[in-house]
């Protein structure tokens, strides 16, 4: 996009602040500033959200980023920032669409638009793996597709586009209106209507009918017919009102009339009298990649060059990963694509790790970025120049002449960087490995990688995002958030974790012993931090590293205060209300007052106290004793004390079933994970945590040959056998043997055989097609946790917190 700030103040009807206007070009938006883009000719979205208020970083953004137009809501002190445009809507998002509709309309691109409760992200990058080589094809970046992601993908449109591909998302009622009007699809898509995101609705009817206002003016519309609620709706006459203007185009693998028939027969998709090959098996993946075939056929893409594209379909790796390196290196692999504004993103990730010598980006060719090569290598050394970036290692002939200030080694591909990987040293650094798919880059990333232990925890972050914006939707805007990573964050890992939680703002850590608080603060954590369960040997690192203790007990805070200097030093009191586990008695709060009364340099920030049973409705009468002593607790204090600390009584459970009682503040700890136990919330959630190894040998094992110790298992019949790289010494609990538990492999239950072993269990693979180094599913999104929980008679918690260092842990985002 390229428009002058004039432009954008007459197109979004926008009031100019600032006295005079300072003219200039905009070539690009950005609303959140730890993915900010740097320079004057960019435009800063101040939107007011529910979690965040964009007002809040314009002095950062301006004095960090160097941003000097900035579409505000309220208003300003533009003295304060002399320079700048102020540019003031009623609505920041609203004005961003009048734009996005505006730069719409100057271009007749033919477009598709994407809709659905699931899948419509991959549908719409295998179309563009379907129909790139054939058009010049603008898209949605990876899953923006809500009021403020769709807005931001048209302006990505240019001249030379051809065909644009777009996702639309909504979540509550009178949203898809505003996304037709700026995608304006003539051929729609509906992947499925299902649960996800139906907070909004009363009904997945409502959704459906709301959801198919995307294509009110398209000429086609394609669906799959086995759906009866789709199919329903799109021929009824009151639902649909563009049914006399669109053509109907359903699929179906059970009625032959359909206009598309479909059949499949393993890799094999038969659509008609024509067939594709296509590199998956499982149901979701065909019935994506179906839609994406009968799409580009309708784009009237000729049959055999589709043919010819299906074999190489590439399984979406949107997420970017992040892992150990070889001599102390962080890896970042976000090899998937090299526009611009993605390089930024993953960019502002690299700056948010731990502390090191310096940072390496790995980059290939920018292949997305819709300018010539002499104006992508301008871009691309302002963008080096201003981010901490030490040294750039390029690969493809186009970045060869990039103009540089901090080293740079160059190579012509891939192959030649590898061929030449040993004579580059790589030490106690940050490693970003940055580029386009076809670059493979992956052969760096594994030659960077320690190779460990082949049982992996994948750390989902991306989940753990969405599940914090879930449980924030129960907070009021000022409520604050502790979020608990006791037992290294339920064994995820808290160091990793609290980077990211900082990045998120949560207002406060808690970790169970000072020890946990150390490594944080040396990782370079500066949230606040509070300490569940101090013990004196470690006051004095306390002290030293600003971590923030509960008082629980009158002896205990006396001999805190012997420790401290004097300065200001908070402390977090625990009431006894119920758990006795630990806390201030009603009998020792005079005493704690007089010691508290006595030393003005300890503030009281909190007061708190833990419900027994939040998850049990049974226990409902007995949470609201435990909040009424409480209660009656924090009055004595507060009266006693001369001011009111903040006060936090709800865990994970209690956020959701008792929101009326948040007070200033909440602690989630599970429920940041998807686990929880209340019945309305946990289709909500997503799970975060995914423990996977692989098979190392397939045995056949004859009739009457045992599998394991103590001949535990016999076979009674010759079948397959496989040896799996997880023991109990890794954490699978020892009682998850002898059939009681399976394992998930190419979509298939394999019941674990005879007893666990220490590093290594069997599982029975009969009937499932599978190799040596195949992937094997633990428990994970698609085969819970609770699932191996109940069989060894325990709880989810206690699984994860089990689980042993050497299983390598890996972070994945978008």
Request: with cysteine.
């Amino acid at each position: 996009m390229n428009y002058s700030i004039s432009d954008i103040q007459s197109i979004t009807q926008s009031e100019l602040i600032n006295p005079n206007l300072f003219q200039g070009d905009i070539n690009d938006i950005y609303f959140d500033t730890r993915r900010g883009i740097r320079g004057p000719k960019v435009l800063f979205l101040a939107i007011d959200g529910k979690n965040a208020d964009g007002h809040q970083y314009i002095d950062f953004a301006y004095h960090q980023l160097h941003t000097r137009n900035f579409l505000v809501s309220k208003d300003i002190n533009i003295d304060l920032y002399p320079d700048a445009n102020f540019l003031r809507s009623r609505n920041v998002i609203s004005a961003l669409q009048k734009l996005a509709i505006h730069h719409r309309t100057k271009f007749h691109l033919r477009t598709i638009g994407i809709t659905g409760s699931n899948g419509k992200t991959i549908i719409k990058e295998w179309l563009f793996q379907l129909c790139d080589p054939f058009f010049t094809i603008v898209r949605s970046p990876k899953s923006y597709n809500s009021q403020l992601g769709v807005p931001l993908s048209i302006l990505r449109i240019n001249e030379e586009d051809q065909l644009g591909i777009f996702e639309a998302g909504i979540s509550g009622q009178n949203e898809m209106r505003h996304l037709e009007y700026i995608i304006q699809p003539e051929i729609g898509i509906i992947s499925n209507i299902g649960d996800a995101h139906s907070a909004g609705f009363t009904s997945l009817n409502e959704k459906l009918r709301e959801k198919l206002q995307l294509f009110r003016k398209a000429a086609k519309i394609i669906y799959c017919k086995d759906q009866e609620l789709v199919h329903e709706n799109l021929n009824s006459r009151t639902s649909h009102s563009s049914k006399r203007l669109s053509q109907l185009i359903p699929w179906s693998t059970k009625d032959k009339s359909a206009f598309y028939f479909v059949q499949y027969n393993d890799h094999e998709v038969k659509i008609n009298n024509d067939s594709f090959t296509i590199p998956f098996t499982d149901n979701i993946s065909r019935e994506n990649a179906v839609f994406a075939i009968i799409a580009a056929i309708e784009t009237g893409l000729q049959i055999p060059r589709i043919q010819q594209r299906c074999p190489d379909l590439k399984a979406l790796k949107m997420r970017l990963e992040m892992k150990q390196g070889i001599r102390n290196c962080v890896l970042i692999n976000d090899a998937y694509n090299s526009d611009f504004g993605a390089l930024e993103s993953a960019i502002n990730i690299l700056e948010q790790q731990q502390k090191k010598d310096r940072n390496t980006l790995i980059l290939s060719q920018i292949e997305e970025s819709g300018l010539d090569n002499s104006e992508a290598l301008i871009r691309l050394s302002e963008m080096i120049k201003v981010h901490q970036i030490h040294r750039i290692i390029t690969i493809g002939e186009k970045l060869k002449s990039l103009d540089s200030e901090i080293e740079h080694l160059h190579f012509k591909d891939t192959e030649a960087l590898v061929d030449n990987f040993s004579s580059i040293l790589f030490d106690n650094e940050n490693v970003l490995i940055k580029g386009a798919r076809k670059y493979n880059l992956e052969q760096i990333f594994d030659l960077l990688a320690i190779k460990v232990h082949q049982t992996i925890l994948e750390i989902d972050l991306e989940a753990m995002r969405h599940n914090l914006t879930i449980y924030r939707s129960f907070l009021k805007k000022d409520t604050l958030l502790m979020v608990v990573l006791k037992a290294s964050a339920y064994g995820s890992g808290s160091k990793e974790l609290s980077r990211f939680l900082e990045y998120q703002r949560v207002h406060y850590i808690a970790v169970a012993y000072i020890d946990e608080g150390v490594e944080l603060r040396k990782s370079g954590i500066s949230t606040p931090i509070m300490v569940m369960n101090p013990e004196e040997s470690g006051f004095a690192a306390m002290v030293k590293n600003k971590l923030e203790p509960e008082i629980y007990s009158l002896n205990q805070l006396e001999k805190y205060i012997s420790y401290l200097d004097d300065d200001v030093h908070q402390v977090h009191l625990k009431i006894e209300t119920g758990m006795h586990r630990l806390g201030i008695s009603m009998e020792e709060i005079p005493s704690i007052l007089a010691c508290l009364n006595d030393n003005k340099n300890i503030v009281v920030k909190s007061i708190f106290s833990h419900l027994v049973g939040s998850d049990d409705p049974s226990l409902d009468y007995f949470s609201k004793e435990q909040i009424n002593r409480f209660e009656k607790a924090y009055t004595l204090f507060s009266i006693g004390l001369d001011y009111e600390p903040l006060r936090h009584m709800l865990n994970s459970n209690g956020i959701s079933r008792f929101p009326e009682y948040q007070y200033e503040m909440v602690r989630l700890g599970i429920g940041l994970h998807g686990l929880t136990d209340d019945l309305n919330l946990k289709p909500k959630l997503q799970k975060v945590q995914t423990l996977k190894t692989k098979i190392a040998q397939i045995k056949e094992v004859n009739a009457g040959e045992s599998v394991g110790y103590n001949r535990k298992y016999k076979v009674k019949e010759t079948h397959k056998i496989a040896t799996i790289n997880i023991g109990y010494a890794d954490g699978l609990p020892r009682n998850a043997g002898n059939e009681q538990y399976s394992v998930l492999i190419n979509g298939q239950a394999a019941p674990i055989r005879g007893n666990v072993c220490m590093d290594m269990c069997m599982i029975d693979v009969k009937g499932i097609d599978v190799n040596v180094g195949d992937e094997v599913i633990i428990f994970g999104k698609e085969w819970p946790i609770e699932k191996l929980a109940e069989v060894c008679g325990t709880i989810p918690y206690e699984i994860l917190t089990r689980l042993s260092t050497r299983i390598h842990r890996i972070f994945t985002r978008e």
